[in-house]
């Protein structure tokens, strides 16, 4: 793999992708389990959330960048633009590019569903470039849990479902409280973990405005609500009870070492588990209701 290639697989972050995928396959599942799925749409779905993911990851990347954000102390994963591994006009047309990936799928699904999918994505992209983007940017206002709950989470869960069986459903919306918990768990996690460097830069996330306690008690609270979701989903079945202790000892994973930490940079080896908790769960839901 080239060094090029390498560094635009390090900008678009892979591991937060399962946070695109865990929503649009929740979504599916529950089309799916009542009659109403449709593939195409799905997977038009999927390619959109994925793209959307990737554009407002080199979006981040950019604009922390241009703010002075990420400085050579920061304790999170290398940022390509901060680095010089990758020039900024490239990374912003990288963004960009990424970005009409997803309206092309948006396109095809507007065909299919009308006019709210045009809301959704426009909604979605604008506030994917805001939540770094501009002097009153969502993540330097402590916003940034609130947008990836709603958008990675009951948007794109109910968006999903939505484009396939053409109405909407509270389900799909409760459904979507999961990926949206585990997306506000990895915001918060870095929030926490670059505390002290974002409080230099003046970027008040809600760890700097409230502190570390607080982020804490933040992040074990959104870890801990996706193990109540498939008891109501799954109507207190079987399935139901095993999908809620398998999100538990999932939150457990994360949590133990979180109430432990005394290094920030841990949090680093804490984010994949949360990522990949967001896709397991979303995997075993979606094949209960589909059983």
């Not at 990926?179 to 918060?188: E, K, M, N, Q, R």
């Not at 760890?207 to 109507?235: D, M, N, S, T, Y």
Request: positive net charge.
């Amino acid at each position: 793999m080239s060094a090029t290639l390498k560094a635009w697989v390090l900008a678009s972050r892979p591991k937060t992708l399962f946070a695109a995928v865990a929503p649009v396959l929740l979504g599916s599942a529950l089309a799916f389990s009542q009659s109403k799925g449709n593939l195409p749409a799905a997977l038009a779905a999927l390619f959109g959330a994925i793209c959307i993911q990737i554009a407002t990851n080199l979006a981040n990347d950019y604009w922390d960048a241009k703010k002075g954000a990420d400085t050579a102390d920061r304790l999170g994963p290398v940022r390509v633009t901060a680095s010089g591994l990758l020039q900024p006009r490239t990374v912003f047309f990288g963004m960009v590019f990424f970005f009409l990936l997803a309206t092309a799928a948006g396109v095809f699904l507007t065909l299919r569903a009308g006019w709210p999918v045009v809301a959704i994505g426009m909604a979605s992209i604008l506030f994917g470039i805001l939540y770094t983007a501009g002097p009153f940017s969502l993540a330097y206002l402590g916003l940034g849990e609130v947008f990836t709950f709603l958008f990675f989470g009951l948007v794109a869960t109910a968006g999903t479902y939505f484009v396939q069986a053409l109405s909407f459903s509270s389900d799909s919306v409760l459904l979507g409280v999961m990926p949206g918990c585990y997306s506000v768990v990895l915001i918060a996690l870095n929030n926490l973990r670059d505390r002290a460097t974002d409080q230099r830069v003046n970027k008040k996330t809600l760890a700097v405005r409230f502190g570390e306690k607080f982020a804490r008690i933040e992040i074990l609270f959104f870890l801990f609500v996706p193990a109540v979701v498939p008891l109501f989903v799954l109507q207190f079945h079987g399935g139901g009870w095993l999908c809620a202790m398998a999100a538990f000892l999932s939150a457990l994973r994360v949590g133990g070492p979180l109430v432990r930490l005394r290094d920030p940079r841990v949090i680093n080896d804490l984010l994949p588990h949360a990522g990949t908790s967001s896709l397991f769960l979303a995997i075993m839901v979606s094949v209960f209701l589909l059983m």
